[in-house]
């Protein structure tokens, strides 16, 4: 079995406000990040995602750092984090994220007119944060090449009406307070 299955499968479940979710390293920083799973998260990434001719990797902070860092110095493709602080430079642009738990401003800095991206992230949840980046993105004219989260929880989302398609490498869902495996092999 591989690792990401194995260890989703073996995540603590915590409630939080009457919501069941799994605590990960990829999603959480906790447990710990084997460098075993972060590997083999970054080859199926490699493999799966549409890399030919991307100028750059478009991440959200925090938790798709980690991921989009590992991919960046396999692939030698520049990362780019869409922070949740305003510095202020040129070119500078801002976008509000809405998420299932909060609401808050973030800004894209060093993505430009024509510019092709890979957007990456940890999970695919409420799809609040990649809506509004894939709509800051299309904004500022970057081309987005492809958009792929590691981990999909299994639900609607902001995305379905759109025509933004997020591939994933596993699927899973929380119910009676275990993780369960909808799809191994995620979204294409």
């Given at each position: 079995?591989?690792?990401?299955?194995?260890?989703?499968?073996?995540?603590?479940?915590?409630?939080?406000?009457?919501?069941?979710?799994f605590?990960?390293?990829?999603?959480?920083?906790?447990?710990?990040?084997?460098?075993?799973?972060?590997?083999?998260?970054?080859?199926?990434?490699?493999?799966?995602?549409?890399?030919?001719?991307?100028?750059?990797?478009?991440?959200?902070?925090?938790?798709?750092?980690?991921?989009?860092?590992?991919?960046?110095?396999?692939?030698?493709?520049?990362?780019?984090?869409?922070?949740?602080?305003?510095?202020?430079?040129?070119?500078?642009?801002?976008?509000?994220?809405?998420t299932?738990?909060?609401?808050?401003?973030?800004?894209?800095?060093?993505?430009?007119?024509?510019?092709?991206v890979?957007?990456?992230?940890?999970?695919?949840?409420t799809?609040?944060?990649?809506r509004?980046?894939?709509?800051?993105?299309?904004?500022?004219?970057?081309?987005?090449?492809?958009?792929?989260?590691?981990?999909?929880?299994e639900?609607?989302?902001?995305?379905?009406?759109?025509?933004v398609?997020?591939?994933?490498?596993?699927?899973?869902?929380?119910?009676?307070?275990?993780?369960?495996?909808?799809d191994?092999?995620?979204?294409?």
């Open positions: 079995m591989d690792k990401l299955k194995q260890s989703l499968l073996d995540a603590p479940i915590i409630e939080k406000d009457g919501y069941h979710y605590v990960h390293p990829i999603s959480d920083g906790v447990p710990m990040l084997e460098p075993e799973l972060l590997r083999e998260i970054v080859i199926k990434i490699i493999r799966k995602a549409e890399l030919e001719d991307v100028d750059k990797i478009v991440t959200p902070a925090a938790m798709g750092i980690h991921i989009s860092t590992a991919v960046s110095l396999m692939t030698d493709i520049p990362l780019v984090v869409i922070r949740k602080r305003k510095y202020g430079l040129d070119g500078e642009v801002s976008l509000t994220q809405q299932g738990y909060s609401e808050s401003e973030m800004y894209i800095n060093d993505v430009d007119d024509g510019d092709r890979l957007v990456l992230d940890d999970v695919l949840s799809g609040g944060t990649l509004a980046i894939t709509d800051a993105l299309e904004h500022i004219g970057a081309d987005v090449s492809d958009v792929l989260a590691v981990i999909k929880k639900g609607p989302n902001d995305l379905d009406d759109t025509d398609n997020v591939k994933t490498l596993i699927n899973v869902d929380v119910v009676d307070g275990e993780v369960v495996i909808t191994e092999h995620g979204d294409d």
